[in-house]
């Protein structure tokens, strides 16, 4: 074990556990968060249809992305997910607002992407699962997974772009 490992371990920690406990919110209304059903309508108030299941994977990237990264258990498949969740997160709600939090902006997004690529590029380190259990997937298999996170985050962007609420005919009183 090195310093590294413990710096990796550090960055796993803070990145999975804030990611998880927003997911939790979502998920389980935990720590004043909306519940699934608040965050449905949240995503169908965003205009993303269908908003079930935008809330689902939103919200399962980043409760389980999030515990997965922590553990450092299947490290490579957890951070590309968040860097696929924070790059649609900051292009889609956050960039439009700026740089900086106080105003909605990208500020503590890009925070977790920096964080979530780091782990990308560097891998889990020793003080993980996946290099107990000898899962070991090496340099490759983590620059296509971010190369899968970033192709998935603009797909995700090109069908799940915000769209009206189909109207409802209304019928006009005849004279």
Same mark, same amino acid.
């Given at each position: ?50 908003? &079930?299941?935008?809330?689902? #994977? /939103?919200? !399962?990237?980043?409760? +389980?992305?999030?515990? $997965? *990264? =922590?553990?450092?258990? %299947? ?20 960039? &439009?607002?700026?740089?900086? #939090? /106080?105003? !909605?902006?990208?500020? +503590?997004?890009?925070? $977790? *992407? =920096?964080?979530?690529? %780091? ?38 962007? =090109? ?17």
């Amino acid at each position: 074990m090195t310093a590294g490992d413990v710096g990796i371990l550090i960055v796993r920690l803070a990145i999975g556990l804030t990611f998880a406990a927003h997911g939790a919110q979502k998920v389980l209304g935990w720590w004043g968060g909306p519940g699934f059903a608040g965050w449905t309508a949240g995503i169908a108030r965003m205009g993303l249809r269908p908003a &079930p299941l935008w809330a689902a #994977i /939103s919200a !399962g990237v980043e409760l +389980f992305g999030g515990l $997965l *990264l =922590a553990l450092g258990f %299947l490290t490579p498949i957890a951070s590309a997910l968040l860097v696929a969740q924070s790059t649609y997160i900051i292009v889609r709600v956050h960039l &439009p607002r700026g740089f900086w #939090i /106080s105003g !909605g902006g990208i500020e +503590f997004a890009l925070q $977790l *992407l =920096a964080g979530s690529l %780091l782990v990308v590029a560097s891998g889990p380190g020793a003080i993980a699962i996946d290099p107990a259990l000898g899962i070991d997937l090496g340099s490759w298999w983590r620059a296509g997974s971010l190369v899968v996170a970033i192709v998935g985050a603009l797909v995700a962007m =090109a069908i799940a772009r915000p769209r009206p609420q189909a109207q409802t005919p209304t019928s006009s009183p005849s004279s």
